[in-house]
């Protein structure tokens, strides 16, 4: 029975002007992660930023763009902003696309389509009278060049037997799907910097795109590369950018669009050990979750899906309660269940194999995080120590076990 | 590989402008131009272009540091010294006009003492450059060559320092460029038909890929490794030597 208060539907178009601390979601199908920060530059000028994030969602349809407006542009926010709105609302709108090649075409048409409107924001966007006159004379020269725009978008629909998923790409920023083993999905070559979408002349270059099963899908992931981060961002790694950033903004604007619909071992990656220890510490919960967005994952009866089809459906926490109310410590929980039920001496979790017990930690940082449930990491941890015990000699303290 | 780090807020590149405003810069060029007027127009374009550059939104980022001399028999200090490039902006570009003699050493010395001072603040930026335009041979003050040597040889992580110059003359070659957007530029063997061109050769930097990567997006096709020589008396080709000059990536540089 599920208790947690989630969000059924809803379109998000983030402010420019402003900052955006990482925020969760709770939706149907999973947990929405997003964030928004300008640039060092844009905060010290008080200007806004030129990324621009914007999506739409309902019980189980999602559409989302996160836009990365080109500086050296006139105005990428604005392109930025057409782009964005333009895209999720043509997205939103279509059926499952027949393959990757006739979705880019679809794509690349939908876009030329906005050229004419963006022309015309160009054409009368007023620049501010008190600009110095080398500054207006560079302006309006890249007037003449029109607005740019790189972006990242896609579309979810998870209802039914075949959920899918389309996403199409513009230029650098990185997008990323990643299974329920924690597997890059394979989503075909990376953009370039030359790619973009122009105000003027529609889109230049090819509009990459993938299409495909959502099935064992966990996470999808679209940012742009203000995040400067090497490979796809940890919640660990967002945690830390979002401390960072409250004393020193990004260099670029950054924005970034994080749809969990399962958890997956690369989700939060593994928690750090403090040096010296050689244990895993207990993640402090972030300060940057606001505690009322920290909601679990939520898996109702009526809708699972995907990796956890089979299950049996689970319990949240109370919405008044503390994300982690139920979490139990690991080694002293296991090691009285263990004497009970074997007579055997009390296990810790530092007497797991070193991949069982990182496993282990990754689903309690989530629970803490409030990535997941707590009742659904209990599972998946107990689903972990069944499994070892199967195989077998994974168990210290028992007969034929090895101590690690 | 060097040469690659962009200017950035955090990372400005630092441009240097040593400006020739000797009295034979009054001289009127074909179009009825005089020298000097023919670059203060080139030196506005390439501020422009920096600022271009440098624009998000209506803010411009300060990835350029400037300082700007002009020197005759004396130096001066344009700009009052290193302004950003939306200090200059500000500021506006200054009009030249033309002095007296041409003491091209006390310019490079005055770029020499500002990289001994700023060059430990630069260890994360882009090499600083030295844009050089001059018309003609010095005329008193020495040999401006040595110093230019050591210039040369000061470094930072990204590389050593880079040093352009921009010869207003039609004497330099054999035959003038004719199409500045498909010249490759000077090579070590191309033939220069004076020897203060040599002079200049031998003072001016390979020119980076990375540059040469920019440039490109220009529309030029100078090959990397060219000389950082741009001999001309066409409002063309001085264009050309200022749009280098404002050519350190401003983004990433994947090799």
């Known amino acids: ?404 | 590989m060097p040469y690659t780090i962009p200017a950035t807020s955090k990372t400005p590149a630092l441009i240097i402008y040593l400006l020739d405003v000797s009295g034979s810069m009054g001289e009127e060029l074909a179009d009825g131009k005089t020298k000097i007027e023919v670059v203060s127009d080139a030196l506005h374009q390439v501020a422009v272009r920096m600022v271009q550059r440098s624009t998000k939104g209506t803010t411009v980022a300060p990835r350029y540091n400037i300082a700007m001399f002009a020197y005759s028999s004396q130096v001066t200090d344009l700009l009052g010294g290193i302004k950003t490039i939306a200090e200059l902006a500000q500021m506006g570009v200054p009009r030249l006009q033309p002095m007296d003699a041409t003491d091209t050493a006390a310019a490079f010395r005055e770029a020499e003492a500002l990289l001994k001072s700023q060059l430990g603040n630069l260890q994360d930026s882009p090499a600083p450059l030295i844009c050089h335009m001059t018309d003609g041979e010095y005329n008193t003050g020495g040999d401006p060559e040595p110093i230019a040597r050591r210039i040369m040889q000061m470094s930072v992580p990204d590389g050593n320092v880079l040093i352009e110059n921009i010869f207003v003359t039609d004497k330099a070659l054999p035959q003038p460029i004719t199409d500045p957007k498909s010249w490759q530029g000077i090579t070590d063997e191309t033939p220069l038909a004076s020897p203060y061109a040599e002079t200049l050769r031998r003072m001016s930097s390979p020119l980076p890929s990375t540059y040469a990567s920019v440039m490109a997006e220009m529309g030029y096709k100078l090959s990397p490794g060219a000389r950082m020589l741009f001999p001309g008396n066409t409002p063309e080709i001085v264009e050309l030597g200022f749009a280098m000059s404002g050519a350190t990536p401003v983004t990433p540089v994947t090799p």
């Not at chain 1, 996160?66 to 782009?83: K, P």
């Not at chain 1, 966007?125 to 003449?144: I, N, S, T």
């Not at chain 1, 270059?205 to 742009?224: C, E, F, I, L, Q």
């Not at chain 1, 510490?281 to 939520?298: G, L, S």
Request: proline share 7%.
């Open chain 1, 1 to 404: 029975m599920v208790k947690e208060e989630i969000s059924a539907a809803g379109h998000i178009r983030l402010p420019q002007d402003t900052e955006t601390p990482l925020a969760t979601l709770s939706t149907r199908f999973g947990t929405v992660l997003y964030l928004y920060a300008r640039s060092s530059d844009s905060v010290v000028n008080a200007t806004i930023g030129q990324d621009y994030l914007t999506f739409r969602y309902s019980e189980s349809d999602l559409a989302f763009a996160v836009c990365d407006g080109v500086g050296q542009s006139f105005m990428g926010d604005l392109a930025a902003r057409i782009v964005g709105d333009g895209l999720t609302g043509w997205l939103w709108a279509i059926e499952r696309p027949q393959s990757a090649e006739r979705f880019s075409e679809a794509v690349t048409e939908a876009l030329n389509a906005l050229t004419g409107e963006g022309q015309q924001q160009v054409k009368g966007f007023e620049l501010p009278a008190h600009l110095p006159p080398l500054v207006r004379q560079a302006l309006e020269m890249q007037r003449d060049y029109g607005s740019e725009s790189m972006f990242v978008a896609g579309r979810l629909h998870l209802a039914g037997p075949d959920p899918w998923i389309a996403l199409c790409w513009l230029g650098d920023s990185p997008v990323a799907a990643i299974d329920i083993d924690g597997q890059l999905v394979d989503l075909g070559p990376k953009g370039h910097t030359s790619e973009r979408w122009s105000t003027h002349q529609g889109v230049k270059g090819t509009v990459h795109t993938w299409v495909g099963s959502a099935h064992n899908v966990a996470r999808v992931a679209g940012y742009t590369d203000g995040l400067s981060v090497d490979g796809v961002p940890t919640d660990e790694t967002l945690v830390r950018l979002m401390t960072l950033w409250q004393s020193a903004p990004p260099l670029d604007d950054a924005s970034l669009f994080d749809i969990r619909l399962a958890p997956s071992p690369a989700t939060t990656g593994a928690p750090a050990l403090p040096a010296g220890t050689g244990e895993g510490r207990e993640a402090a919960p972030p300060e940057v979750f606001r505690r009322d967005e920290a909601r679990p994952i939520v898996v109702e009866e009526s809708e699972l899906r995907t990796p956890l089809a089979g299950l049996e459906p689970i319990e949240a926490t109370p919405p008044d309660g503390p994300t982690v109310e139920s979490w139990r410590p690991l080694s002293a929980g296991m090691g009285d269940e263990q004497k009970a039920g074997t007579g055997e001496r009390g296990r810790t979790i530092s007497d797991l194999p070193p991949a069982t017990r990182q496993q282990i930690q990754v689903w309690q940082q989530a629970a803490l995080l409030g990535l997941t449930s707590a009742a659904l990491a209990m599972l998946m941890v107990e689903r972990l120590l069944s499994d070892l015990e199967r195989d077998d000699g994974g168990l210290p303290g028992k007969s034929g076990g090895q101590d690690t």
